[in-house]
């Protein structure tokens, strides 16, 4: 009886055995083929969600009230001929890097903010803040092209890192706008490099985005062989991010 019931726990055990390797192995094979053709997929949806949220967060933080409309006529240096058409824009160097240096400084503050898990006006429940900086959370079936299963499976949790330096300049663009009159905006464009690290991935891009910062209509006229629009930008300021 002693060696029969010996015999049968022997069996047992190599059957214990055999179907932990099997799930192991399958658990291999599994996240093997995730990553190669769903990693893709989420990544590429998380790196939407992130997009999105950037622009918001700008749009929300750098704006009109950053300037006002007389900010133009210290920045801007418009050239007309004597029939009032526009012939040229060029930027007054000294207030354009003011202004270019008080923006990327204020960015750089915001985005540490966002860093240290502190974040305001956010429409996105998948992005949160938290001691570990700004997070992104998305289920592993986010990529998937059924409505139903999009929302389920286990969570992915991305981290959302700013590096490199933020790179800006100041874009005018002029257009007519109605009788012998002519609009004139200022935007600055930003461009951030965003990384997000998750367990099995680690992705840069580059968020390039135009925050309009003043307008005013003027007198005068965009000459027909430009189009009806004038676009001229300063040279770009790069500054480290902290």
Request: no cysteine; hydrophobic share 45%; charged share 20%.
């Amino acid at each position: 009886m002693k060696r029969l019931r010996m015999r049968k726990k022997y069996k047992i055990s190599k059957v214990l055995i055999l179907v932990l390797f099997l799930i192991f192995f399958l658990t291999f094979i599994l996240v093997k083929v995730y990553n190669a053709k769903v990693s893709p997929k989420v990544v590429e949806v998380a790196q939407m969600r992130i997009k999105r949220f950037t622009e918001s967060f700008l749009s929300n933080n750098i704006g009109m009230d950053l300037l006002n409309d007389e900010a133009i006529d210290d920045i801007l240096i418009i050239n007309q001929n004597a029939n009032g058409e526009i012939l040229y824009v060029d930027y007054n160097l000294d207030q354009a890097y003011e202004v270019l240096d008080a923006v990327t400084k204020e960015l750089n503050s915001l985005l540490i903010d966002l860093e240290n898990g502190i974040i305001t006006n956010n429409t996105d429940n998948s992005i949160t803040a938290s001691e570990h900086g700004l997070i992104l959370t998305l289920p592993m079936f986010i990529a998937s092209d059924s409505a139903i299963l999009a929302n389920l499976g286990p969570k992915i949790y991305f981290k959302v890192n700013f590096v490199g330096s933020i790179l800006t300049n100041i874009k005018s663009q002029i257009v007519d706008y109605g009788m012998n009159n002519a609009l004139v905006e200022l935007y600055i464009t930003i461009k951030i490099t965003e990384e997000l690290l998750s367990p099995v991935t680690q992705n840069r891009e580059v968020i390039e985005y135009d925050v309009l910062i003043a307008s005013k209509v003027i007198n005068g006229r965009v000459p027909s062989y430009y189009g009806g629009l004038i676009v001229e930008e300063s040279s770009l300021l790069s500054i480290p991010i902290a």
